[in-house]
């Protein structure tokens, strides 16, 4: 099977993010690129995914041509391939519908961490609703991620993170989902109360460092 380690890698990542609830049914996408080539793997458009084996996954270009894989490519894989030409650092991406990120992707202001290890990924900007699967949404991601982001969220659609590796992308989508949570009910019972600035610009520095507890 060609392009074997990046296919186990969206594979084994879209079944956690099935696991912890993250995706449900065909929804959300995954993608991985290359080491060496300039080739993607990404979920594949209406398959589901318990049922998903790796020569399943599609493969792409870094336009998003599809050139191997028995299923078309997600829908979504504008969004994925932008980001992944625009940001050298970045390797995997992740979008997924995880229902507390969703609801604060309504909210008018940028999403901001309650604990420490959620500094890393704060805050978390709003993308405007834009049609999904169109350049127009992922143009905007680009934009809104910026040269170093790693998670925004899609108003009335989800979330949308990255890392340099498929496992950072991970936590940047359990955590980004975790900040949604803890901020949802910390509102809902009127004592939200965010890490201070000064905080999180230090917990970015250990982190940063890997010094982090």
Not at 11 to 22: F, H, R, Y
Not at 134 to 139: E, F, M
Request: charged share 25%; aromatic share 6%; proline share 6%.
């Amino acid at each position: 099977m060609k392009y074997e380690k990046i296919r186990k890698q969206v594979l084994d990542a879209i079944l956690e993010a099935v696991e912890m609830g993250l995706i449900k049914g065909t929804s959300g996408n995954i993608a991985v690129r290359d080491e060496v080539e300039d080739v993607i793997a990404i979920t594949p458009s209406s398959i589901a995914y318990k049922t998903m084996k790796a020569e399943d996954i599609a493969i792409v270009d870094l336009n998003g041509k599809w050139i191997d894989g028995p299923y078309k490519p997600s829908s979504e894989t504008p969004m994925h391939t932008a980001v992944l030409r625009a940001r050298k650092d970045i390797k995997a991406t992740v979008h997924t519908h995880g229902m507390f990120a969703t609801i604060m992707a309504m909210d008018e202001e940028a999403l901001q961490p309650t604990t420490p290890p959620q500094a890393e990924f704060a805050p978390v900007e709003i993308v405007p609703f834009i049609m999904p699967g169109s350049d127009d949404l992922a143009d905007s991601v680009v934009s809104t991620l910026g040269v170093d982001g790693r998670a925004v969220m899609l108003k009335n659609h989800g979330m949308f993170c990255c890392g340099k590796t498929i496992k950072d992308a991970m936590a940047a989508t359990i955590y980004t989902e975790e900040m949604a949570t803890t901020a949802y009910y910390a509102k809902v019972l009127g004592n939200f109360k965010p890490l201070p600035e000064a905080a999180i610009v230090k917990m970015k520095e250990l982190i940063a460092a890997d010094k982090a507890v």
